[in-house]
């Protein structure tokens, strides 16, 4: 079993930059494909980017291409989520999931672990 903790959110202005971090504990941390995935206010969770368990690939929802990068560090069991140019539309709680199979799925439903999650406000 793996318990996430993310941290890093916050109230930004449009434009500005945040990086989230999801510390892991308990097993061993690379074995999982590590996700992020969003909910906005008043809608249903969504797939924002994925890392394989090495982090040679990568996958994003087309909302987050260009200006979300996912990354991990396997020595420190963190992964990352870094947002540039920040819009009101990013205003959301960010979660990070892992899942123990190797593919990278955009399915919430396939993730077995979770973490509490982490507000992000944009203003305009």
């Known amino acids: 079993q793996v318990q996430l903790v993310e941290s890093g959110g916050g109230l930004v202005q449009a434009g500005g930059s945040l990086r989230l971090s999801c510390a892991a504990s308990g097993r061993t941390f690379s074995t999982y494909t590590m996700g992020w995935f969003r909910q906005p206010p008043g809608k249903e969770r969504e797939f924002v980017a994925i890392?394989?368990?090495?982090?040679?690939?990568?996958n994003y929802a087309d909302s987050a291409k260009g200006r979300f990068t996912i990354s991990r560090d396997n020595a420190k069991n963190t992964v990352y989520l870094q947002i540039d140019s920040l819009k009101p539309g990013d205003t959301a709680v960010y979660y990070c999931a892992a899942r123990l199979r190797p593919s990278l799925e955009i399915d919430f439903n396939l993730y077995d672990y979770w973490g509490q999650g982490t507000q992000v406000t944009v203003s305009s």
């Open positions: 890392i394989s368990r090495r982090g040679g690939s990568t």
